[in-house]
């Protein structure tokens, strides 16, 4: 017979004080949607924080990816991590098991990024050092609240993994954009022109400029964007030496409503 978990905040309450909640029934609750903030504040505070057990570790991760973790829960997580002091002294101690299980809370939208600029900046100065882990970095640049600020000092990182990230963001102002437009990073797949020729928000001057690229998986972006404009397509139609990207400009005219197709 399958165990019913507690549905309501009290209950979650009752059987955490009697004891009778194992690690794989709190770990069902973080995984429902359902669970509401109050209830995931009482989980985390019931967590020993001197304890880095496995399954706290699951129950830090999942905490800390839920969408309903409440703001104060989040700061006391940042806080438990030393984030700030070990940016500070000892930046190789990010790369720890719980400063990995609960990164995800430098992304969460309840996250107040504002609050921690020290932070930011001094992971700024050590993620220039390409032999450091930019895991946080990566979380901060994917939270959806990122200030523009932010993003503008990401944009000039020296880890090409970082661009990408920002040339990718939908809040990345369109200069930024322009000048990642040239960007190939250091690898095909953290090259930051990819990510702009992909970006709704890159200005279609830009669009244009990148669509003859001497790179064939560029243009074919470029033809895909339901952000160029139609003459750029009909150009690349006509004059595109790539089969693939003629065919992705056909298609997005096809989808914009530019042009039909009728049998025969």
């Known amino acids: 017979m399958k165990k019913r978990l507690p549905k309501t905040v009290k209950e979650i309450q009752v059987q955490i004080a009697l004891g ?5 029934d709190i770990m ?3 995984k429902s949607k359902k669970t509401s ?3 995931i504040e009482i989980i985390y505070k019931s967590i020993k924080e001197d304890t880095i057990a496995w399954e706290n570790l699951q129950q830090y991760k ?4 839920h969408l309903n973790t409440p703001a104060t829960v989040l700061t006391s997580m940042f806080h438990r991590g030393k984030f700030i002091e070990n940016i500070i002294e000892d930046p190789e101690a990010l790369e720890g098991e ?3 299980a609960i990164s995800p809370i430098l992304s969460h939208p309840s996250f107040p990024i504002t609050r921690f600029e020290k932070f930011f900046y001094a992971l700024m100065h050590y993620t220039h050092q390409q032999h450091l882990d930019y895991t946080c970095m990566v979380k901060i640049i994917e939270n959806p ?4 600020k932010f993003l503008e000092e990401a944009a000039q990182n020296k880890n090409a993994a970082v ?3 920002v040339a990718a963001h939908p809040k990345t102002p369109p200069e930024i954009l322009e000048v990642l437009s040239t960007d190939k990073g250091h690898y095909r797949w953290t090259a930051p022109q990819m990510e702009v020729a992909t970006n709704s928000h890159t200005p279609q001057h830009v669009l244009t400029i990148m669509s003859t690229s001497s790179r064939v998986v560029i243009r074919q972006k470029i033809a895909a964007n339901l952000q160029t404009p139609i003459n750029t397509l009909k150009t690349m139609i006509t004059n595109d030496r790539s089969p693939n990207a003629r065919r992705s400009a056909l298609y997005n005219l096809f989808k914009r409503g530019k042009i039909t197709f009728t049998e025969e």
């Open 62 to 65: 999942l905490i800390a990816k």
């Open 163 to 165: 661009r990408t990230l």
């Open 145 to 148: 609240n990122i200030p523009i």
């Open 37 to 39: 903030s109050e209830a």
């Open 98 to 100: 719980y400063v990995d």
């Open 20 to 24: 009778s909640l194992d690690p794989i």
């Open 28 to 30: 069902s609750l973080l």
